[in-house]
């Protein structure tokens, strides 16, 4: 049987390529999820891993897909390569259980390690040269202007926070948050 892992590493991207080409490879069943690559425990990679049989191949779009490291990418192939599990990298081909298979992954997943420490190395230079900002922010941007939510708080002065939050669209724990700030500052 054929079996098919998608992963991204954040909620905000989309899983539809790489379920798209593995059913495009024809796989039998697909297992997909949202998590991040950093950690070990991907429970649908874990429960994914578990059904695999002797004769079944695992395929994954690329090889950072499934594998944290280059030690974690050998280790689980060499795992499957023992329980009998065959291996299909999509933009590398099909693993084999050969000294030169063998090689050729260690070098890819080597690349993908790699490929994946300059990305942080360039997220945290590009954060560092962010910080060097005046107006510099970490974490996600308001949603409601300074000035939307002064108005919010005027409104309230004569309105209940349902009403308020009808008419402004700023929920009711943002206005008292806001109204809290308010009078710490007074």
């Known amino acids: 049987m054929k079996y098919g892992y998608a992963r991204v590493s954040t909620l905000r991207q989309d899983l539809e390529a790489q379920i798209q080409a593995l059913e495009h490879e024809g796989c039998d069943d697909i297992y ?103 107006d510099f922010r970490e974490g996600r941007p308001k949603k409601y202007s300074k000035k939307q939510v002064e108005h919010a708080l005027e409104l309230l002065k004569t309105k209940s926070y349902k009403e308020v939050e009808e008419t402004t669209g700023i929920s009711k724990s943002t206005l008292i948050r806001a109204k809290k700030k308010e009078q710490v500052t007074q």
Do not use: C, W, Y
């Not at 690559?37 to 578990?50: N, Y």
């Open 32 to 134: 997909s999820e949202k998590f991040t690559g950093t950690k070990a425990d991907r429970p649908k990679f874990k429960e994914l891993l578990s059904k695999l049989e002797k004769g079944d191949t695992l395929i994954v779009t690329k090889l950072d897909r499934f594998a944290r490291s280059t030690v974690d990418a050998i280790n689980t192939v060499k795992e499957l390569f023992d329980r009998g599990v065959k291996v299909h990298v999509l933009n590398m081909g099909l693993v084999e259980d050969t000294p030169t298979g063998r090689l050729i992954l260690t070098i890819m997943s080597g690349f993908a390690e790699f490929e994946r420490d300059m990305i942080v190395e360039r997220t945290q230079e590009g954060k560092a040269i962010a910080k060097q900002r005046e």
